[in-house]
């Protein structure tokens, strides 16, 4: 059966999570099996977690490897036709998996079905390009893309989207085959608009499902004792994907206007807040370093050092 509940594997990426991973882990119900992969390389979790949850796999990772290289990995390690890929500091409601395995035989086109998502009780607003707003140029004006208005409430039923975050997604794993794969250039940021965009490109299509639901605690799937350092690191991943991710999916031309524009914005801004803000000087440095890094077309190689 599609909705076979035996038939998807439960997939969490964690970088020194600390109790929030454990707190994940109990709101996903046993019937599904539990893939991690850490990238902190805590070795004295694995005995801990594998004795604790009877379902769960957690493999450890000699390096950090970054979300995309992370699920990629996953999908070469599972045997489920779909995968529900989340983070740490994801609460995963009640029914929330089940519902949208009931949901496959609905919408055969499918690639991705993203539960409702919700920050903190807030509804997530999300669902097409138009964030970029050179992408309505491109695809609005070739039909390529439908795209859909933003919601200020949850929708009242199902819609299709163009794009939904990475959160929380169940993906059809047949489908993802035939694009092949996550983008693992990428480190952070922007992948899961990247695999979005390329199915829809594909002609599959992308399904926030109404009845499951997820909060999400943004930016707090890291221990906050390192905090300062994941900022940076947030802000340099980003800049750096955000480039990259222009530049494949539009032309040159706009990826090294936006992209130099930014440089050149977030160079000043660093300079200007180091006199009255350094925290926010920092900050910009971050993302001129990530976009600089970006536009030189070198690898995000970029890696907070952290000390346990």
Not at 261 to 287: G, P
Request: aromatic share 14%.
């Amino acid at each position: 059966m599609p909705n076979d509940l035996t038939n998807c594997t439960v997939v969490i990426t964690t970088f020194f999570a600390g109790e929030k991973l454990e707190n994940c882990i109990k709101n996903i119900p046993k019937v599904f099996k539990i893939l991690i992969i850490d990238n902190g390389g805590e070795n004295q979790k694995k005995k801990y977690f594998e004795e604790k949850f009877s379902n769960l796999t957690y493999y450890i990772s000699d390096k950090n490897l970054g979300v995309p290289r992370s699920y990629s990995l996953a999908n070469n390690l599972i045997d489920t036709k779909y995968m529900f890929n989340t983070q740490p500091d994801v609460l995963v409601k009640k029914g929330c998996i089940e519902n949208l395995l009931k949901k496959v035989n609905d919408y055969p086109n499918f690639a991705i079905l993203s539960p409702t998502i919700f920050h903190n009780n807030v509804y997530v607003v999300e669902g097409d390009f138009k964030t970029l707003k050179i992408f309505k140029k491109k695809y609005k004006e070739t039909g390529k893309l439908k795209f859909n208005p933003h919601y200020k409430n949850p929708p009242e039923g199902d819609l299709s989207v163009d794009s939904v975050t990475g959160t929380a997604m169940l993906i059809d794993r047949d489908k993802l085959k035939l694009i092949k794969d996550w983008d693992t250039n990428i480190f952070n940021y922007f992948e899961d608009m990247d695999l979005c965009l390329r199915f829809r490109l594909k002609g599959f299509e992308i399904i926030k499902i109404r009845n499951a639901e997820v909060d999400h605690d943004a930016f707090a799937s890291h221990d906050e004792s390192f905090s300062q350092k994941m900022d940076f690191s947030r802000n340099w991943h980003h800049s750096w994907s955000r480039f990259y991710f222009l530049k494949k999916h539009t032309t040159k031309l706009n990826a090294y206007k936006y992209g130099l524009i930014f440089l050149i914005k977030s160079i000043f801004k660093s300079i200007f807040y180091l006199f009255f803000k350094r925290s926010k000087a920092i900050t910009h440095f971050a993302k001129a370093y990530g976009t600089l890094f970006s536009i030189l077309n070198l690898q995000p190689t970029y890696r907070p050092k952290i000390k346990i």
